[in-house]
């Protein structure tokens, strides 16, 4: 059985089969950026800056779980899609409220 050909696109991108020793914390660094990226769009609220720290230190830690299952199964990629969305679902929101100021 082949490896390689059962990771997913990201693991693959930084080929964690081939060379774990940099592929592993490049695929864990961008699960972390896009895990604060989606929290950060969709969920965050204005906080304390100590309850900020601890819901980020949770994040990393939780993002440690999510890398070693994103080898095999499409967890980057699915943050990737929720990035997207949220990000559209961000400008059409900002579009909207400039437009209901301009007529009102």
Do not use: W
Not at 53 to 65: D, H, K, Q
């Amino acid at each position: 059985m082949d490896v390689a050909e059962h990771l997913s696109f990201f693991a693959a991108l930084y080929r964690v089969d081939q060379n774990p020793e940099t592929g592993t914390p490049l695929l864990y660094l961008t699960i972390v950026g896009l895990s604060i990226l989606v929290y950060k769009l969709g969920f965050a609220k204005k906080l304390p800056i100590g309850k900020s720290i601890i819901i980020y230190l949770f994040l990393i830690l939780g993002c440690t779980v999510l890398t070693f299952l994103g080898v095999f199964l499409p967890i980057t990629e699915g943050l990737v899609v929720a990035a997207l969305i949220l990000i559209i679902y961000k400008v059409r929101l900002h579009q909207q409220k400039k437009q209901d100021a301009n007529l009102g």
